[in-house]
């Protein structure tokens, strides 16, 4: 239970930065768009992974005996990724406006990576309505709480959130091939 919290938090990550500088740029939201906005995020990390869980729930079985190094690969390359990405300042541009549409590509860009990581959900068969429900519960509330976030200490913790999630993300990927490996 724990790994999944772990997981959750990592890759809410993505939402929780964007959800900070959304914050930080449009400081006086309603209530009312900042609960939309968290539901969006949380929806589309929650979906994702069963996404991925069924895309990869086809081959599962002829890797299985790999899917240790698999879930090893995908998250430390997901890892890296969000590290790298904490160091590029890329939302400003991708701010402009607060449109149902501009929300939903935000949402479907963050969460691509839930997506790889329900296909790992698939090779070590994990219950991935209960998985997602929690990612998508965790990833609501961390954007609720990012956004009033924002609002008071603006941009300073977008890149910070991010180099959470990716650090997060390798060292999940460490574990399962340590496991995996039956070396812990």
């Not at 390359?77 to 607060?98: F, N, R, S, V």
């Not at 429900?133 to 009033?148: D, F, N």
């Not at 997060?168 to 496991?179: D, F, N, R, V, Y």
Request: proline share 1%; hydrophobic share 60%; glycine share 10%.
């Amino acid at each position: 239970m724990e790994t999944l919290l772990l997981l959750a938090v990592a890759l809410a990550m993505d939402s929780v930065a964007v959800s900070i500088a959304i914050g930080s740029k449009y400081r006086e939201l309603l209530f009312s768009k900042i609960v939309l906005i968290a539901a969006v995020f949380g929806l589309f990390q929650g979906v994702m992974p069963l996404l991925g869980y069924l895309a990869g729930i086809g081959f599962a079985d002829y890797v299985r005996s790999y899917s240790h190094w698999i879930a090893f690969a995908l998250l430390t390359g997901l890892g890296g990724k969000m590290l790298y990405e904490a160091y590029q300042d890329e939302l400003d541009g991708e701010l402009t406006d607060l449109s149902n549409k501009a929300l939903f590509s935000l949402a479907l860009a963050t969460s691509i990576d839930a997506l790889a990581v329900g296909v790992t959900f698939a090779f070590i068969q994990t219950d991935i309505l209960r998985a997602s429900l929690i990612i998508a519960l965790v990833t609501l509330l961390l954007c609720l709480i990012a956004v009033y976030i924002g609002k008071k200490l603006g941009s300073l913790l977008e890149s910070k959130a991010e180099v959470l999630g990716g650090v997060i993300l390798i060292l999940l990927g460490i574990k399962m091939l340590l496991e995996g490996m039956e070396i812990v």
